[in-house]
């Protein structure tokens, strides 16, 4: 695989996009370290993993799965049959 320079954007080490990751994470970490409940661990992990999908160094649109996978359960157990 080639390393390529881009043109216009500036290029950034990889510890920029893990500090941006892990700050916007860390709110919904500590919420869920000091104050846990069943309920609020799904959303958290949905959140953590679209944090890592939006600022993650090098990402893929399969990344996106991590996501959905949650996410698509989190909504059938609310639904009501």
């Known amino acids: 695989m080639q390393v390529q320079a881009p043109d216009i954007l500036p290029e950034i080490s990889k510890s920029i ?6 700050m916007c994470m860390l709110p919904i970490l500590a919420d869920v370290w000091f104050k846990p409940h069943p309920k609020t661990f799904a959303p958290a992990l949905i959140f953590c993993m679209m944090c890592s999908f939006m600022l993650g160094y ?3 649109e399969k990344v996106r799965l991590r996501s959905f996978t949650p996410r698509s359960s989190v909504c059938t157990a ?3 049959i």
Not at 17 to 22: C, D, G, H, V
């Open 17 to 22: 996009p893990f500090m941006l990751t892990f």
């Open 58 to 60: 090098h990402v893929h």
């Open 78 to 80: 609310l639904t009501e």
